[in-house]
């Protein structure tokens, strides 16, 4: 739990991936530093398979340096350019890998050029009968992308788009996954309201 941001930690019989890695704080420091550093400690991880940093906003990249500076990491991945992350590989739709008999795929983007919350790395995690979706913060104009290539299936759980925002989760978009479950990353009392 890292409050108004996202991490989500994927530990498979082989290793470990982050996707995501929370917010830095204005005052300094970051929920990599306070949270996730010590969740993966707690856990017994001590290096990361892989890093996917969906895009580029500050709840969902701040802990990014912190993170790569405790941590071997082996491959990183992003939706959109980062600031010492010149060497991260672009998520793109199709690219994936396999660890510990867990499959990971990335939906979306489907090619350069998006931007914002719709730069996104979509994640789709396989394992067995279960999926999980990890949307980052894509909005309607991405789900949208997604719904008219077929890209979306029914999964087990997913994380909410952009936090349970207005401006995401499209009827369209929840009836192609049809969820068994919904983790809703969003903050105690937050200034957005969230989620919508």
Known sequence: DVGQGLAVVVETSAGAALYDTGPSYRGG???????VLPFLASRGIRSLEQLIVSHSDLDHAGGFHAISDALPVAGVWAGEALEGLATARPCRAGHGWDSGGVHFQFLY????????????????????YYTVLLPG???????????RRDALL??????????????????????????????????????WNLPS
């Open 154 to 191: 029914p999964v087990t759980a997913v994380v909410a788009p952009h936090h349970g925002s207005a401006t995401s989760s499209s009827p369209a978009f929840v009836d192609a996954l049809r969820p068994s479950l919904v983790v809703v990353p969003v903050g105690f009392g937050n200034r």
């Open 137 to 147: 913060d894509i909005e309607r104009r991405a789900e949208q992308a997604l719904l």
């Open 109 to 128: 983007p489907f090619e350069a050029g998006a931007t914002d919350n719709d730069a996104s790395c979509v994640l789709q995690i396989r394992a067995g």
């Open 29 to 35: 420091g970051s929920a990599a530093e306070a949270v």
